[in-house]
């Protein structure tokens, strides 16, 4: 069964930064393209963020929102995903999931998400 | 890329079929047949129902199925029942510098 368990959610202020950590398991996770989707509240997801797997290049994009204040990465030797987030802002207020991709979407299989509050 | 379009809350009696709607634009669901949907139980982790407009992943329920015309992808649930009762959300590829948008949601409502 494929598991993904996000953690590192805290209440920050505004300026601050905070890093998520998403650990998977049931997966080949080297293979896997990971996403990080957010959501505030009394909305609709938001797409974050993805790298794709190292054998296919390990490319990092952003959403608009985000770019040059969050970072993606990942550890494929603890098969860990990491959302390390600076300049944090009240619109950043969300549940923030990691997703993966392992072969027919990049959304395969999702975590619960953990909950980032940005507020002073 | 603005988010997709669906209505805020459906509901039927057990037994039912209710089709939920998820409208986008030429950019994105009339664009490309990347579409896929989710339930989403709050506190749990999302589900993927449906793929690529209308496949279904191992384990999915024939209930659920997926269909698109235009720029409006759709949903039906077929036989509802108690356990439907969730958020749902559509999302697709949009081929721009952020790949996918994701829909409003709505919330389905077993009567």
């Known amino acids: 069964e494929v598991q993904l368990v996000e953690s590192g959610g805290a209440l920050v202020e505004p300026g601050g930064s905070l890093r998520l950590s998403c650990s998977a398991s049931g997966l080949t996770f080297i293979h896997a393209w990971m996403t990080w989707v957010r959501q505030a509240p009394g909305k609709g997801p938001e797409w974050v963020g993805r790298?794709?797997?190292?054998?296919?290049?390990?490319?990092?994009d952003y959403a608009a929102p985000v770019t040059g204040r969050f970072t993606i990465s990942r550890d494929d030797s603890k098969n860990t995903l990491y959302l390390q987030m600076n300049s944090l802002k009240t619109d950043d207020t969300a549940v923030y999931y990691c997703?993966?991709?392992?072969?027919?979407?990049?959304?395969?299989?999702w975590g619960r998400g953990t909950l980032v509050t940005v507020s002073s | 890329q603005s988010a997709l379009t669906q209505a805020a809350s459906v509901s039927g009696s057990p037994g039912q079929s209710i089709t939920i709607s998820c409208t986008g634009t030429v950019s994105d669901v009339g664009d490309y047949d990347h579409v896929a949907w989710y339930q989403h139980n709050p506190g749990k982790a999302p589900k993927v129902l449906i793929y690529n407009v209308n496949s279904r992943p191992s384990g999915v329920s024939h209930r659920f199925s997926g269909s698109k015309s235009g720029n409006t992808a759709f949903l039906t649930i077929s036989g509802l029942q108690p356990e439907d009762e969730a958020d749902y959300y559509c999302?697709?590829?949009?081929?721009?510098?952020?790949?996918?948008?994701f829909g409003t949601g709505t919330k389905v409502t077993v009567l």
């Open positions: 999302s697709s590829y949009t081929g721009s510098s952020t790949p996918y948008v």
């Open positions: 790298i794709k797997s190292k054998i296919n290049g390990g490319k990092i």
């Open positions: 997703a993966a991709g392992v072969g027919t979407s990049d959304f395969d299989h």
